[in-house]
T-cell receptor, first 119, second 106 residues
Framework: GAVVSQHPSWVICKSGTSVKIECRSL??????MFWYRQFPKQSLMLMAT?????????EQGVEKDKFLINHASLTLSTLTVTSAHPEDSSFYIC???????????????FGPGTRLTVL | DAKTTQPTSMDCAEGRAANLPCNHS???????VYWYRQIHSQGPQYIIH???NNETNEMASLIITEDRKSSTLILPHATLRDTAVYYC???????FGAGTRLTVKP
């Protein structure tokens, strides 16, 4: 299957700072990327959907000014958590779907996740 | 958007078939059913998907009822490494429910 990577895999930051998380599709062009957040013992919660070259669509209750999403290329999307606070500590997961040179991709492939801890 | 409901947890003996049900009674005609699983602290892993017909791949089989209101994921010979949370998702929105925590026991 297609590969989606995330960087960093974990990050610890101080309260009030900003953190950027990268999501890359390694062997296909991701026309759409999704960002999820997962708290301990809970399911994944969709935060936003982004299409390459356009603004992200945020889910209800997700602050777009706090969680900045950029999908500037077909292989890279970034999530920036601005002015992070301890309650933003969570497991952030991206996923991507798109097309490849081999086949039309209907599946959505997930990255390994980034664990953010805000002190 | 169609919602899905799954049992909270299930146990299965190693080597036996694991049958995980999912209800999606409000699914519309062009919505696919997708199954993913998540092993602790990892990103979800794609398993299988289907629209109307039953599907099989190297990981699992997917049985979809004729009215498409429910489906069953079958792991034919469960191993300890299949212990995970299994999510059934309707394609259009990719929102995750609580999933089923499958525990495969020796």
């Amino acid at each position: 299957g297609a590969v989606v990577s995330q960087h960093p895999s974990w990050v610890i930051c101080k309260s009030g700072t900003s953190v950027k998380i990268e999501c890359r599709s390694l062997d296909f062009q991701a026309t759409t990327m999704f960002w999820y957040r997962q708290f301990p013992k809970q399911s994944l919660m969709l935060m936003a959907t982004s299409n390459e070259g356009s603004k992200a669509t945020y889910e209800q209750g997700v602050e777009k000014d706090k969680f900045l999403i950029n999908h500037a290329s077909l292989t890279l999307s970034t999530l920036t958590v601005t002015s992070a606070h301890p309650e933003d500590s969570s497991f952030y997961i991206c996923s991507a779907k798109g097309t490849s040179s081999l086949r039309e991709m209907n599946e959505q492939f997930f990255g390994p996740g980034t664990r953010l801890t805000v002190l | 958007d169609a919602k899905t409901t799954q049992p909270t947890s299930m146990d299965c003996a190693e080597g036996r078939a694991a049958n995980l049900p999912c209800n999606h009674s409000t699914i519309s005609g062009n919505e696919y059913v997708y199954w993913y699983r998540q092993i602790h602290s990892q990103g979800p892993q794609y398993i299988i998907h289907g629209l109307k017909n039953n599907e099989t791949n190297e990981m699992a089989s997917l049985i979809i009822t004729e009215d498409r209101k429910s489906s069953t994921l079958i792991l034919p010979h469960a191993t300890l490494r299949d212990t995970a949370v299994y999510y059934c998702i309707v394609r259009s929105h990719m929102r995750f429910g609580a999933g089923t925590r499958l525990t495969v026991k020796p």
